[in-house]
């Protein structure tokens, strides 16, 4: 299945049981599509490369037979610190989530911290326990692990990471986030991911729409750290 919504390219999905889709939405498919020429294929060979790449190091998932997982895709005209400096804040994910009206992390904030996330009203959810599992800032990744709450999200993990390249000329970010999650009993794999999907696609539209904000008004140094 390829997808496009809100400028936000999925994956094709993976499901426990079962090997995952290959070529699916990518970058070069973009590129080919509005813009001709040999020079222009070269780059999103290149650029389909990279993604390829960055998803085989940061973004491998082990799933078992009742899970499904799905990568979805983001580029963001942005420099990669000034996005990164939004992503890494595990302690105010409201920064950029819409659906986030609270957030309070136990103890320091390290590797293993734990952050109590309070949810917006009108969605399937008040509250949402989550782990910090990894935060690298040499190569701008973050992934978390939901340990709790009164949702159906069960052993929900993901990472996200974020990459420099250039947009239209300039300093932009590409931003990967996937993730594997049981699928609850009474749903399908397809019905459990394209839910998941739906808020992740909703997260990387505000990160970008802030993120793209924040650079506009060139406010270009770090925020937050």
Known sequence: MVEM???????????GGGGGGEGCWRLVDELSSSRGGSSCAA??????????EYVRRFHRHELRENQCSST????????????WSLVRRFDQPQKYKPFVSRCVVRGDLEIGSVREVDVKSGLPATTSTERLELL????????????????????????????????????GTLVIESFVVDVPDGNTKDETCFFVEAFIKCNLKSLADVSERLAVQDQTDPIGW
């Open 136 to 171: 690298d800032d040499n190569e701008h990744i973050l992934s978390i692990k939901i340990v709790g709450g009164d949702h159906r999200l069960k052993n929900y993990s993901s990472v996200l990471s974020v990459h420099p390249e250039t947009i239209d000329g300039r300093p």
């Open 43 to 52: 780059a999103a060979a290149a650029a389909a490369a990279a993604e390829s």
């Open 5 to 15: 919504n809100g400028g936000v390219g999925v994956r094709a999905r993976s499901c």
């Open 72 to 83: 979805l895709f983001k580029h963001i005209k942005a420099p990669v610190h000034l996005v």
